[in-house]
């Protein structure tokens, strides 16, 4: 089953995806630089207000790198705040250089042992998308990671992830692109932002259908 997960800043975003047929959100706040850790009251007032699946970006930098124990404890305490009031799923990514940083991830999961989680598209930092693969599943809360495959074969990846991890195509989709990736891959779950917007613009809000537009294209 085909699957589009749609970027939601506002609870006025989480709505009008799921009217236009979204079957998952991803909530952020700051969009502008790929997207930080959102309010708990903010998160807290989408999950009631849907009922799709919600997962959560845990960032609060631009970067992947974390700039020490205050932020660390911070992603913590949202980790376990995010997990208390019934997410889906957490969406992380640290690195250290050009490596993952596996204890740093596993120390924040462990405070939300009852939730998914997605790795964002640090992925295309790393220079052995085959090895950082091999990692991740090492950690059985990781069910998907988002690329946009730059850099790597997404034939490739999805068969190397499967069956653990499933390969959620995003960065910069529109429908022109969705449409090739349905016709050369295999990929079934894909991430959009500026496509689910009012004239794709990143500041503007979700429109219902623009959402069912793609919704659409996937169900072809």
Not at 20 to 29: D, F, K, S, Y
Not at 39 to 62: C, D, F, G, Q, Y
Request: proline share 6%; with cysteine; glycine share 8%.
């Amino acid at each position: 089953m085909r699957l589009l997960e749609v970027i939601a800043c506002s609870v006025e975003d989480a709505r009008a995806a799921e009217r236009g047929g979204a079957g998952r959100l991803e909530i952020v706040r700051s969009l502008d630089v790929g997207g930080l850790t959102p309010p708990l009251s903010l998160v807290r007032e989408i999950v009631a207000a849907v009922s799709i699946p919600v997962r959560v970006m845990l960032r609060e930098n631009a970067g992947y790198e974390t700039s020490g124990e205050p932020e660390i404890e911070s992603l913590c305490r949202a980790a376990r705040e995010f997990a208390a009031i019934g997410v889906d799923g957490l969406v992380l990514g640290f690195l250290r250089g050009r490596t993952l940083d596996l204890p740093l991830m596993q120390r924040i999961l462990r405070l939300a042992p009852e939730v998914r989680a997605t790795f964002h598209r640090a992925f295309e930092e790393l220079p052995d998308p085959v090895s950082a693969i091999a990692a991740l599943k090492t950690m059985p809360q990781f069910d998907h990671i988002l690329t946009s495959g730059a850099g790597a074969n997404l034939i490739h990846l999805a068969p190397m992830a499967a069956p653990e991890i499933q390969i959620l195509v995003g960065g910069g989709l529109d429908r022109q692109r969705i449409q090739q990736l349905l016709q050369t891959t295999n990929i079934r779950e894909f991430h959009v932002g500026r496509a689910a917007r009012r004239n794709a613009q990143i500041h503007e809000p979700v429109e219902p259908a623009q959402v069912r537009t793609l919704v659409d294209l996937l169900a072809s």
